[in-house]
Antibody, heavy 117, light 108 residues
């Protein structure tokens, strides 16, 4: 079955860190650009970060640049998002998505990150 | 940064056609993609490259893109089409994906 499964979300204090994971199955993971997209409670979608199939190129939204790091392990079919210096405004459901080049054709169910003291 | 503007809400009677606009500067020169999101669920791609439909998406969903406006049309609207809809483009000038502000479609 073609799917993406995120994990690693939870409650963290402001200034803290968290690492999200996304395990892919049912397709050739290494061939695809992958992205993280988030959605704050009651708000719209916001692209966070993307990474090329080889991992050699990475892209970040201005709101997270310098604080978040995207990476991947193609031997484990896994995408990661290391989130440091977390702020209240980073509270959101984080989705990983298969980036078809220009659009997101497959999404995971998401993992909730709550930044609060 | 590139901005995509959508109306916050669109209401439509069952069986009629809903049209959701997505405005952006010269958006006609970009490829526009559309997602449907129902409460508590992940988004689902319904239109890509302006007007192509993924397998499994009904023909009732169609798209167009020209000038400064892209449009998602849903014909013969059903209760099950009630959802939030988002447009999205890749902005090559910033190497960023950009989402529209989102439109809530209500079936009367």
């Amino acid at each position: 079955e073609v799917q993406l499964v995120e994990s690693g979300g939870g409650l963290v204090q402001p200034g803290g860190s968290l690492r999200l994971s996304c395990v892919a199955s049912g397709f050739t993971f290494s061939r695809y650009v992958m992205s993280w997209v988030r959605q704050a409670p009651g708000k719209g979608l916001e692209w966070v970060s993307g990474i090329s199939g080889s991992g050699g190129s990475t892209y970040y939204a201005d709101s997270v640049k310098g604080r978040f790091t995207i990476s991947r392990d193609n031997s484990k079919n896994t995408l990661y998002l290391q989130m440091n210096s977390l702020r209240a405004e980073d509270t959101a459901v984080y989705y990983c998505a298969n980036d078809g080049g220009w659009y997101f054709e497959l999404w995971g169910r998401g993992t909730l990150v709550t930044v609060s003291s | 940064s590139y901005v995509l503007t959508q109306p916050p809400s669109v209401s439509v009677a069952p069986g009629k056609t809903a049209r959701i606009t997505c405005g952006g500067n010269n958006i006609g020169s970009k490829s526009v993609h559309w997602y449907q999101q129902k409460p508590g669920q992940a988004p689902v791609l319904v239109i890509y490259y302006d007007s192509d439909r993924p397998s499994g998406i009904p023909e009732r969903f169609s798209g167009s893109n020209s000038g400064n406006t892209a449009i998602l049309s849903i014909s013969r609207v059903e209760a099950g089409d009630e959802a939030d809809y988002y447009c999205q483009v890749w902005d090559s000038s910033s190497d960023h994906h950009v989402f529209g502000t989102g439109t809530k479609v209500t079936v009367l």
